[in-house]
């Protein structure tokens, strides 16, 4: 029971039941703006309150891994962008391929922050009781990096605990701000991972052509939106303090 | 309203214009603007977003109806962002000459 490119009784035409779906899917987009900007708010309400913490816990963030990951994701837009493009001129076959290649880089994506989440536990930044901004440099732990990294880090922070004597605390409230943000991110690509999936099983049985391609479209817009949110996150976590470090 | 399919090349040529933005960004954050390397990092995330939601998004394709609630969504959150900040801005004013003049405030009697 595929009604696939059907006209429904309520439209007057498939374009405007296209524009429709469409719209529909916007609005929900605008809800995801706020749901997200409700977080951007109190990162930046706390980051002028706590500049220097905040500033440190930036600086604490493999830059690396995190440019690797923003150029990925934006590579899954592209094949996302291609996914569409593919589905609406009928390349029934290239549609599969590019959907599976977006999977494959959320995925890549995903995976680059189970390392680096892993990372933040090794050097006891994982907001809780074990959370200690300076732990690797008071215990000069080998999975911390290279002792001239440690060196820079530790005139850093000594020079931080002067201007904000409670630097560990706001610290913490910088990397609770870290998970909170990149874990909800993490969450929409797990759930944009689902959907992709779902949309593979039915492009690889041929469902979408120049007349129906509504589901990739939209998941394309969600997959795209969440991207959005990576390009502003990646500047505010990772760059806030890159040149005093 | 037929549909409007984006050529492949405009694809690849946004990729290009959203790498060389990623690269710019790193490569500003490493340099010292002072209060200015918040503006260049938002500014270039922004023209990353405008890019993305116009061509990726098809935004610049889509009905009017469309284009105006992706407009409403950031009208929202400039309204969220603005007004919230403008409170929290205004916190830490100094104290009114009334309130100084105060010399045992009255919430000490009652205690």
Same mark, same amino acid.
């Given at each position: 029971?595929?009604?696939?490119?059907?006209?429904?009784?309520?439209?007057?035409?498939?374009?405007?039941?296209?524009?429709?779906?469409?719209?529909?899917?916007? =609005?929900?987009?605008?809800?995801?703006?706020?749901?997200?900007?409700?977080?951007?708010?109190?990162?930046?309400? #706390?980051?002028?309150?706590?500049?220097?913490?905040?500033?440190?816990?930036?600086?604490?963030?493999?830059?690396?891994?995190?440019? *690797?990951?923003? =150029?990925?994701?934006?590579? &899954?837009?592209?094949?996302?962008?291609?996914?569409?493009?593919?589905?609406?001129?009928?390349?029934?076959?290239?549609?599969?391929?590019?959907?599976? *290649?977006?999977? !494959?880089?959320?995925?890549?994506?995903?995976?680059?922050?189970?390392?680096?989440?892993?990372?933040?536990?090794?050097?006891?930044?994982?907001?809780?009781?074990?959370?200690?901004? &300076?732990?690797?440099?008071?215990?000069?732990?080998?999975?911390?990096?290279?002792?001239?990294?440690?060196?820079?880090?530790?005139?850093?922070?000594?020079?931080?605990? %002067?201007?904000?004597?409670?630097? #560990?605390?706001?610290?913490?409230?910088?990397?609770?701000?870290?998970?909170?943000?990149?874990?909800?991110?993490?969450?929409?690509?797990?759930?944009?991972?689902?959907?992709?999936?779902?949309?593979?099983?039915?492009?690889?049985? @041929?469902?979408?052509?120049?007349?129906?391609?509504?589901?990739?479209?939209?998941?394309?817009?969600?997959?795209?939106?969440?991207?959005?949110?990576? !390009?502003?996150?990646?500047?505010?976590?990772?760059? !806030? #303090?890159?040149?005093?470090? | 309203? &037929?549909?409007?399919?984006?050529?492949?090349?405009?694809?690849?040529?946004?990729?290009?214009?959203?790498?060389?933005?990623?690269?710019?960004?790193?490569?500003?954050?490493?340099?010292?603007?002072?209060? =200015?390397?918040?503006? !260049?990092?938002?500014?270039?995330?922004?023209?990353?977003?405008?890019?993305?939601?116009?061509?990726?998004?098809? @935004? %610049?394709?889509?009905?009017?109806?469309?284009?105006? =609630?992706?407009? &409403?969504?950031?009208?929202?959150?400039?309204?969220?962002?603005?007004?919230?900040?403008?409170?929290?801005?205004?916190?830490?004013?100094?104290?009114?000459?009334?309130?100084?003049?105060?010399?045992?405030?009255?919430?000490?009697?009652?205690?």
């Amino acid at each position: 029971m595929h009604r696939t490119g059907e006209l429904y009784g309520q439209f007057q035409t498939l374009d405007q039941q296209k524009e429709t779906a469409t719209l529909g899917m916007w =609005v929900f987009l605008v809800t995801e703006i706020l749901f997200f900007g409700g977080l951007f708010l109190a990162y930046t309400i #706390n980051r002028h309150a706590y500049s220097t913490a905040f500033g440190i816990g930036g600086n604490m963030l493999d830059l690396t891994l995190g440019t *690797a990951n923003t =150029v990925v994701l934006i590579a &899954s837009s592209l094949t996302m962008a291609m996914a569409v493009w593919a589905a609406t001129t009928g390349r029934k076959s290239l549609v599969t391929i590019f959907l599976m *290649a977006t999977l !494959i880089l959320g995925c890549i994506f995903l995976g680059v922050k189970v390392v680096e989440y892993k990372q933040k536990y090794d050097h006891h930044l994982i907001p809780g009781n074990n959370f200690d901004i &300076s732990y690797c440099v008071k215990s000069q732990n080998p999975v911390c990096g290279a002792p001239a990294e440690l060196a820079t880090e530790a005139k850093e922070i000594e020079e931080a605990l %002067k201007v904000d004597p409670d630097l #560990n605390a706001h610290a913490q409230l910088y990397f609770s701000l870290y998970f909170g943000m990149t874990g909800l991110h993490a969450l929409h690509m797990i759930i944009g991972a689902g959907l992709l999936f779902w949309l593979i099983l039915q492009a690889a049985h @041929g469902r979408f052509d120049a007349n129906y391609n509504t589901p990739v479209e939209n998941i394309g817009l969600y997959w795209h939106f969440v991207d959005i949110v990576w !390009i502003y996150l990646f500047p505010l976590l990772y760059l !806030i #303090n890159r040149h005093l470090g | 309203m &037929s549909e409007h399919i984006v050529s492949p090349k405009i694809y690849a040529m946004i990729f290009l214009a959203l790498m060389v933005g990623t690269f710019l960004t790193v490569f500003a954050a490493t340099r010292d603007f002072g209060r =200015v390397n918040i503006v !260049i990092a938002l500014g270039i995330a922004t023209i990353k977003a405008t890019l993305v939601i116009l061509f990726f998004m098809h @935004g %610049k394709y889509s009905a009017r109806r469309t284009k105006l =609630v992706i407009v &409403s969504g950031f009208f929202w959150l400039a309204i969220m962002l603005g007004l919230t900040l403008a409170d929290y801005s205004t916190r830490h004013a100094e104290p009114s000459r009334s309130q100084l003049n105060q010399t045992v405030p009255s919430r000490s009697i009652v205690s």
